[in-house]
């Protein structure tokens, strides 16, 4: 697909919204490794192509694993997440989609008892920040597969 807008260069103001809130949830205490997966899931289901080629390699430079990185598609059918990642991974399906009706009450009690307060509001805003970024990039379409992970030179060849 052809890119169509650089957002980040036509409004930068609209960039450095979107890095305040990104800024937060990253520097939430929330494991960076936690919100690989849910960055990856909510682009995923939003099929945001450009976001997951990003996180999937910014969670390899961070040592994750191909299988859990793959899983996260599947993530209820597989063993290889646990109850706290779990617990996220529905929240963010949760959050990202939106049903009718809201959340269900027994996922928010679920994952705020194992996040708590401060820790489910941070996790959601982390939510927040990918849903805008995978629509961003949805409606602008950057180059998929351009993105390199900081620290990670042997994707400068795996990203072509």
Known sequence: MTP??????????????????ETYARQSG???GLLDLVKLRASY??????????HTKEARARGET???????AVWHDTPFYS????????????????APGGIPDAL??????????????????AIVAINGWNRLSIAFLPEVGSYQA????????ASH
């Open 45 to 54: 289901m939003n099929g945001c192509a450009y976001c997951v080629d990003m």
């Open 30 to 32: 929330l494991d960076h």
């Open 150 to 157: 900081p620290g990670n030179p042997r994707q400068a060849t």
């Open 108 to 125: 928010f009690e679920e994952a705020k008892a194992e996040f708590g307060e401060e820790a489910l509001v941070q996790l959601t805003m």
């Open 83 to 98: 109850p706290r990642e779990r617990t996220a991974l529905a929240w963010t399906e949760a959050v990202t989609r939106l």
């Open 4 to 21: 169509r807008i650089d957002h980040a260069r036509v409004a930068p103001g609209a960039m450095q919204a979107m890095m305040a809130v």
């Open 66 to 72: 191909e299988q859990r990185l793959y899983g996260v």
